[in-house]
């Protein structure tokens, strides 16, 4: 794979100049496509192993159409499973529906309710499109790569990076134990700050979901300096 070369200690940059270039140009066609997003968006994550009938698929097809109907952009990594409900919600919801999907040995084909699809062969280059685009950040179970670009959001905010925007944990039994190793090991051990965790919000209930970004977004917005919302991460 063309990553694996690009990332190996053996390559040395005089042999990886086309790559570079490569890499420049994807990421100029991510940024062109987030341009193309007039509206505020947010992005949704979440397992690409689900199917349509399990409850997280419904739950994030009706998160997906809940922002749509309030005028907002859906994000995914365009592919099945969380990323697939979550479009199909939005085209349910009239709203616009984007996908940037990535090159993978065995997975991942685009899924049928994209209005704006972009291919990416860098993950690099495609989560910065992510983050881009977005206003905040919903994330519903899932696996290694869901978890993934959670920590990478949480790093981005935690270090200024990028705006804090809210990152909203959608299931109280699945992110449960993760919270509380976050708290029982890092802030206990005093790796991160207890402010920290005010980077999360986790809920069981889809109407925090969607509050909890747009009152974000507002906020932001107004011309008017409101005190920040503390989110509970319990």
């Known amino acids: 794979m063309e990553d694996r070369r690009i990332l190996s200690a053996e390559e040395k940059t005089e042999d990886l100049e086309q790559d570079i270039a490569l890499i420049a140009q994807e990421f100029r066609g991510g940024f062109e496509a987030v341009d193309k997003i007039v509206q505020p968006a947010v992005t ?5 192993r689900i199917r349509e009938g399990n409850p997280v698929y419904e739950e994030a097809r009706e998160a997906g159409r809940r922002f749509a109907e309030l005028g907002w952009a859906v994000v995914t990594g365009g592919g099945p499973g969380v990323m697939e409900a979550a479009n199909r919600g939005a085209k349910e ?16 084909s685009p899924n049928s309710y994209l209005d704006i699809s972009l291919t990416f062969r860098h993950f690099y280059a495609r989560k910065t499109m992510f983050v881009k685009a977005a206003e905040g950040f919903v994330v519903f179970p899932g696996g ?9 959001a949480l790093t981005l ?9 809210p990152v909203v944990l959608y299931g109280s039994d699945y ?7 976050i708290k029982s090991e890092l802030l206990a051990g005093g790796m991160i700050s207890p402010e920290d965790l005010d980077l999360l919000f986790v809920t069981d209930d889809l109407d925090e979901v969607v509050e ?9 917005s107004s011309a008017s ?3 920040p919302v503390k989110a509970d991460a319990e």
């Not at 992110?175 to 190793?181: N, R, V």
Request: hydrophobic share 45%.
């Open 144 to 152: 290694f790569g869901t978890v993934d670009e959670l920590f990478e």
């Open 175 to 181: 992110w449960g134990e993760l919270i509380d190793w």
């Open 93 to 108: 919801g009239g709203g616009l529906s984007v996908g940037f999907n990535i090159e993978l040995p065995h997975e991942q």
């Open 212 to 220: 909890r970004v747009c009152f974000a977004h507002e906020r932001r």
């Open 44 to 48: 949704i994550f979440g397992s690409a």
């Open 225 to 227: 300096p409101v005190a």
């Open 157 to 165: 905010i935690q270090t200024g990076k990028v705006l804090h925007f």
